[in-house]
């Protein structure tokens, strides 16, 4: 299984800049992450970011995880997608190395295909540009690459099951 795992980019970055300081509670959305039972209903977009990337991980514990952060034409600077990318970076670690072993950076997969020059650990979607942009069409490309990559991709389907699936 190929998991894609999106989310909202000024929202992260958001939070991210209020974590620091911050004591977390369930009225203080910007505290740090804290267990999703602690506060029901109320997660951050961190909080529910980092919900998904446990579910994945706790439900497979093989096969690429690509995280694609959308509306990235809100944030501009390449500082604060840094900022988001390196923050995100500690808190998975602290989930075990497996899971950065599972994730697909932008470039590592399909270097030719735009945001290859970046180190993120996400996609950076611009909302604005629909196909035409680099964050979609390396997405794509990473996608189409690790597909190729997947041992379930290559495996041969009966005809039979084809033909059901055509009905």
Same mark, same amino acid.
């Given at each position: ?5 999106? +989310?909202?980019?000024?929202?992260? *970055?958001? !939070? $991210?800049? %209020?974590?620091? #300081? @911050? ?58 997608? +840094?900022?988001?990318?390196?923050? *995100?970076? !500690? $808190?998975? %670690?602290?989930? #075990? @190395? ?64 084809? *033909?059901?699936?055509?009905?």
């Amino acid at each position: 299984s190929i998991i894609v795992i999106f +989310a909202k980019l000024p929202e992260l *970055l958001s !939070e $991210m800049r %209020q974590r620091s #300081g @911050a004591v977390a509670s369930c009225e203080n959305r910007s505290a740090p992450p804290s267990p999703p039972s602690a506060c029901p209903g109320n997660l951050s977009p961190l909080q529910e970011l980092l919900v998904w990337v446990d579910a994945a991980t706790s439900t497979t514990t093989e096969g690429p995880i690509l995280l694609a952060f959308t509306h990235a034409d809100e944030v501009a600077e390449e500082a604060d997608r +840094a900022f988001v990318s390196q923050g *995100l970076d !500690e $808190m998975l %670690q602290l989930r #075990g @190395a497996g899971l950065l072993r599972r994730l697909v950076r932008p470039g590592a997969a399909a270097p030719d295909q735009g945001q290859g020059s970046n180190n993120y650990l996400y996609f950076a979607i611009n909302n604005t540009q629909s196909l035409a942009d680099s964050g979609v069409q390396a997405l794509r490309a990473s996608l189409q690459h690790t597909a190729e990559q997947t041992t379930s991709v290559r495996q041969l389907v009966p005809l039979s099951l084809r *033909l059901l699936q055509d009905v």
